[in-house]
Every structure is written in C-alpha cells, then in structure tokens.
C-alpha cells in the first residue's frame, strides 16, 4: 500500500501561471481533502471532497478548482498563480473512523 | 474567533519528564477530537483520537477531553528527544463529518 501520493513533490512558477497538483489513494476511501499549510497558520482545508462526483469548498477556495476524477484521484488546479499560493499543499483521505492519512506534500514556490 | 486555538510554543521539556499538550475549540457542538504529530518538513500523522469525555490511554500518550470546557490535551509521559515535533490539534465540524479545523500547532522540545 502506498497510501496517499501527491505529484510533484517541489514546484516553482512565475505569477500567472498554471498548474495541477495531482493526489491519489489505495485505501479506497471515500473522503478526500486538499489543504494549505503556511507558517503559524495551521492547516487551512481548501476543498474536499465526501465522495467520488462530489466536491465542496472548504475555508480558503479562492483561486483553486479542484477535480475528483474518480474513488482514488483528486487534483488541485491553479488557475493563475500568484506569490499568495506560496504553501505546502498536502492531500489527505479519511478512513471510516474519522482517521486522515496524508501525502508527503508539495512544496509550491510562485515567483 | 478561530475555530482551534494551540499555544505555538515552542515547549521545551527535559527527557523522561511529562509533556502537556492544550487545545481549545469554539463549537460545543463538536464530537470527534484528533491530535496529529508532525516533524519538521513532514506531512501530519494522526497519534490519537478521542470522542467521548475524559482521558484515553495508548501507550505513552494520553488524551484529555473535556467537552464542558471545550478544551482538549495530550499528555506524553517518558518525553524523548523523537518527541520532538509540532503537535496539531483537529476537531470535526459539528455537521458535515467530512470536515475538520485544524489548529496551528504547538511545537514541542524534547531536551536529552
């Protein structure tokens, strides 16, 4: 089992640019989520996703799209980048107990 | 109001003693309670998870919940230097079981 995969692992783009951050699970769990972690700032949930053809915003949504391709693929979409995206992104899904297991994250760096 | 508050630290405890672990929350109606280690340049990996009042033991960690309070705790006892990480606090939103606040994350010191 790998768990939760995330593409790629380091990033860097010019403001305007776009790109997707790409995230997968084998535990066949329904739930996933994209969050956004910033220095003294906790993790912020950016989108998630309850279950496969569903998708809801979470606390900071703006300037983010998001896909749920099927039960094991979300992608996160930047659409025009800016330095405010400047983060580390990490993917998680959710077990049946409430239990989230995380991806190793990308390091994105918006210039 | 932040839906979860921590002390950032960081806190810095001797090797072998007790380290605490605080967190506060602002929905009474919250149920479900999780604390997350994370080292440094790592992703979060869920320690324990708590649902009802009181404490919960697993191994060296304990966790505390008081829902009166609305306060949450970890408690670590025989501290070790691997101890050493930033501790996040997660509690599930009230009505959506798919959704959890995360609080920023208190960064704890382990000194041998």
């Known amino acids: 089992n790998a768990g939760v995969t995330q593409t790629p692992k380091f990033q860097v783009l010019k403001t305007g640019q776009s790109m997707t951050l790409q995230c997968a699970q084998d535990?066949?769990?329904?739930?996933m989520y994209w969050y956004r972690q910033d220095p003294g700032m906790g993790l912020r949930l950016i989108y998630y996703?309850?279950?496969?053809?569903?998708?809801d915003k979470g606390e900071v949504p703006n300037g983010y799209n998001v896909s749920r391709l099927n039960k094991r693929e979300f992608s996160l979409r930047l659409e025009s980048a800016a330095p405010s995206q400047t983060s580390v992104y990490f993917c998680?899904?959710?077990?049946?107990?409430?239990?989230?297991?995380f991806g190793p994250g990308t390091r994105l760096t918006v210039l | 109001q932040k839906e979860v508050e921590q002390n950032s630290g960081p806190l810095s405890v001797p090797e072998g003693a007790i380290a605490s672990l605080n967190c506060t929350y602002s929905?009474?109606?919250?149920?479900?309670f999780f604390w997350y280690r994370q080292y440094s340049g790592k992703s979060p990996e869920l320690i324990m998870f708590i649902y009802s009042n009181g404490d919960k033991e697993d191994g060296r960690f304990t966790a505390q919940l008081n829902k009166a309070s609305q306060y949450v705790s970890l408690l670590i006892r025989d501290s070790q230097p691997s101890d050493s990480a930033t501790y996040l606090c997660a509690v599930g939103a009230r009505y959506n079981f798919n959704k959890f606040y995360f609080g920023s994350g208190t960064k704890l010191n382990v000194k041998p």
């Open positions: 535990m066949n769990h329904n739930s």
């Open positions: 929905d009474r109606g919250s149920q479900s």
């Open positions: 998680a899904s959710t077990s049946g107990r409430n239990e989230q297991f």
């Open positions: 996703s309850a279950s496969e053809g569903t998708t």
